[in-house]
Nanobody
Framework: QVELVESGGGLVQAGGSLRLSCVASGSIFSRGAMGWYRQAPGKQRELVAEITRDRSTNYASTIAGRFTISRDNAKNTMYLQMSSLKPEDTAVYYC????????????WGQGTQVTVSS
């Protein structure tokens, strides 16, 4: 049984920061790639960032250095530090687990809402 539980979403003003967390249960955290995807209203889900156990990373070009993905393997926890937030970052953010970096995720969390006001 794999479970991904996100936390840390909320409302923030443009230019502010938030940190999302995802706790993973099961052995999925030790294999493949963990990641963050997001879905804004009326848009498709898109990759934000992903990270492997050995901390290889892949970021969406739209993030442009504003977000940092990290993980604590001892705690089965992954993080997304978001800075310089923009209204267009408003979306539901999902914690994901994929078999390999760059592959479409197999497992998804329930999502956490991030709203950036202008």
């Amino acid at each position: 049984q794999v479970e991904l539980v996100e936390s840390g979403g909320g409302l923030v003003q443009a230019g502010g920061s938030l940190r999302l967390s995802c706790v993973a249960s099961g052995s999925i955290f030790s294999r493949g790639a963990m990641g963050w995807y997001r879905q804004a209203p009326g848009k498709q889900r898109e990759l934000v960032a992903e990270i492997t156990r050995d901390r290889s990373t892949n970021y969406a070009s739209t993030i442009a250095g504003r977000f940092t993905i990290s993980r604590d393997n001892a705690k089965n926890t992954m993080y997304l530090q978001m800075s310089s937030l923009k209204p267009e970052d408003t979306a539901v953010y999902y914690c994901t687990a994929a078999q390999r970096l760059g592959w479409w995720p197999v497992y998804w969390g329930q999502g956490t809402q991030v709203t950036v006001s202008s």
